[in-house]
Every structure is written in C-alpha cells, then in structure tokens.
C-alpha cells in the first residue's frame, strides 16, 4: 500500500486546513488509518485514527474538539479537518495504515506517507 498525503499549507492561527491521504496498491484490506505529527526537535506524536467501518474513532487530546478524521472508502482516502490552529499545531503530518486491530500506537502502523507540512504562524 502506498500512501499519498497532501493538503498542507502556512496558515495564521486560528484558520484551518484539511489534510487528505490517498491510499493506492493493494487498498483491498480494511485498513485502519492514523495521522501523526513532527514538529521541529519533538518525536512523533499520534493525532487521530479511524478504524475501516468508522465504528472506532480516536483523537489526542491536543486536537480533540479542534480536529475531524473521516473516510471515505470508495476513493480510498481519509481526511483531517483541522480547525483552530494554533502555532502549536505546526509539524510535519503523516498519514499511516495497518492491517488488523485499532491502535494510538505509532510502532503498529505498516505503511506511512512522506508527509506534509503544515506551518501555523500567529
């Protein structure tokens, strides 16, 4: 599987972007999908997940009530609205896939993205 992410951008504080990590390959499976953030000088931290049927949905609690996951399986695609943001969102985001069980677990996920930047500037 091939994960493709774009949708980053430079944004003032307190707009927003929408993420998009479109999967190609062998997009049969019922992957769950995960974003993740770098920012400058900080180990990767998880941000949401969202299980195949969207029956399991997780969020860190920086980004709970601010960001939105959703998919859309048919165009094997998921989503990341952010909203209200802050220059304490500015990081480099990767999307990630696994196969099998919902995980927050960074070392779980099979397949990432190379990433987009996002740059929240105040």
């Known amino acids: 599987v091939q994960l493709q992410a774009s949708g980053g951008g430079s944004v003032q504080a307190g707009g927003s972007l929408r993420l998009s990590c479109a999967a190609s390959g062998r997009t049969s499976g019922r992957y769950v999908m995960g974003w993740f953030r770098q920012a400058p000088g900080k180990e990767r931290e998880f941000v949401a997940a969202i299980s195949w049927n969207v029956g399991w949905i997780y969020y860190a609690d920086s980004v709970k009530g601010r960001f939105t996951i959703f998919r859309d399986n048919a165009k094997n695609t998921v989503y990341l609205q952010m909203n209200s943001l802050t220059p304490e969102d500015t990081a480099v985001y990767y999307c990630?896939?696994?196969?099998?069980?919902?995980?927050?677990?960074?070392?779980?996920?099979?397949?990432w993205g190379q990433g987009t930047q996002v740059t929240v500037s105040s």
């Open positions: 990630a896939a696994k196969v099998g069980g919902t995980t927050t677990r960074e070392s779980e996920y099979d397949y």
